[in-house]
């Protein structure tokens, strides 16, 4: 029997399927169309599906679960996602029932991040951990926590949100209804704003001649690359970000006591760039015996930790 695990993104929807070994017959990523509504987006999730069949030759009744990641806010227990920021109109969605209307198979959903954290748990960086807590820097930051061999979900099935820890007293408006939130610092788009910010002061740096001055080509990417080359003000951002996020670690370290935190998503590609200053802050702020047992390190799965983990946890609910 097969497993399918979907990880729906803003712009992609990844969806993998996978043996009882969780070796792939399938894994594939198409676009997610999010402006065209919710229908349409459970639409394409089952557009997906039927692609990874038809590219396995497998058939639907080899299928034994499905498991979905769903960014946002959300009740497992209840199959229903509740609210996703990037995702037009996407409220009160019963993403379970909408999938037991076409297929006889069980579905089961988690928040997205939770399922990147079961990928990397499983399979990845966190193999053999029973303390760690999984951060994704993308668009915002997200993260997801196992504490003593088990998830933490909290009374909302909402705990985790280390990227609504209040920075600074009057920061950045968060669209979470408080200003001065990590994630709205510590991300692709927070940094790319506090580059922008240097520039509006009269900063320079190259990366105005690689856009030609158009400021709103510039990406944290742009950001890496620039650092590569030596540019001041790349490395002064990359810097303070990293610094930033070691004060939040810092926290998480001191409340947690983890034995690993993993850094996922689109910005950790930055590697060592960001997470010199990161390990830096954090070994200079943390409680030295609970600083000194954690290690700070790259996820290792990439864009797969959300199909795996989302196929991972389906088999956990299939089988319990």
């Known amino acids: 029997m097969y497993t399918i695990g979907i990880d729906l993104g ?22 997610t169309e999010a402006s065209e509504g919710p229908e349409h987006v459970l639409g394409r999730i089952r557009q ?9 030759g497998i058939s639907l009744h080899e299928i034994r679960c499905m498991g979905l ?20 109109g996407w409220e009160e969605v019963h993403v379970v029932n909408e999938m037991k209307r076409h297929y006889l198979f069980p579905a089961y959903i988690d928040n997205d991040v939770r399922v990147n954290m079961y990928g990397e748990w499983q399979f990845g960086a966190g193999r053999g951990a029973d303390n760690l807590v999984l951060l994704t820097l993308g668009t915002g930051l997200g993260s997801g926590i196992i504490h003593n ?8 099935f909402s705990a985790g949100e280390i990227g609504h820890m209040n920075m600074y007293r009057s920061g950045r408006p968060c669209r979470c209804g408080s200003s001065g939130c990590l994630g709205r610092y510590v991300s692709a788009v927070g940094m790319t ?12 740096s190259i990366i105005r001649e690689w856009t030609q001055g158009d400021d ?4 944290a990417k742009l950001i890496s690359e620039a650092y590569d080359a030596g540019d001041a003000l790349a490395i002064e951002v990359m810097e303070e970000t990293g610094t930033l996020l070691g004060f939040g670690l810092a926290n998480v370290i001191n409340l947690l006591n983890p034995q690993l935190i993993i850094i996922g998503g689109g910005m950790a590609d930055a590697g060592e760039r960001l997470l010199r200053s990161v390990r830096e ?31 991972y946890y389906a088999n956990n609910h299939y089988f319990r």
């Not at 998830?151 to 909302?156: A, E, H, Q, S």
């Open 216 to 219: 709103q080509a510039i990406t």
């Open 48 to 56: 997906a599906v039927e692609l990874l069949l038809e590219e396995s």
């Open 193 to 204: 704003v506090t580059f922008k910010e240097k520039l509006a002061e009269g900063r320079g």
């Open 149 to 156: 061999g088990k998830v933490l979900y909290g009374t909302t």
């Open 10 to 31: 803003g712009t992609n929807i990844k969806a993998g399927l996978y043996s009882e070994e969780y070796a792939p017959a399938a894994e594939l990523s198409i676009p």
């Open 69 to 88: 990641g769903i960014p946002g806010l959300l009740d497992p227990q209840q199959g229903l996602s509740h609210f996703s920021p990037n995702f037009p």
């Open 281 to 311: 802050t954090v070994s200079g702020h943390a409680l030295r015996l609970s600083g000194g047992h954690c290690r700070i390190v790259q996820a290792e799965l990439g864009g797969r930790a959300g199909t795996l983990g989302a196929a």
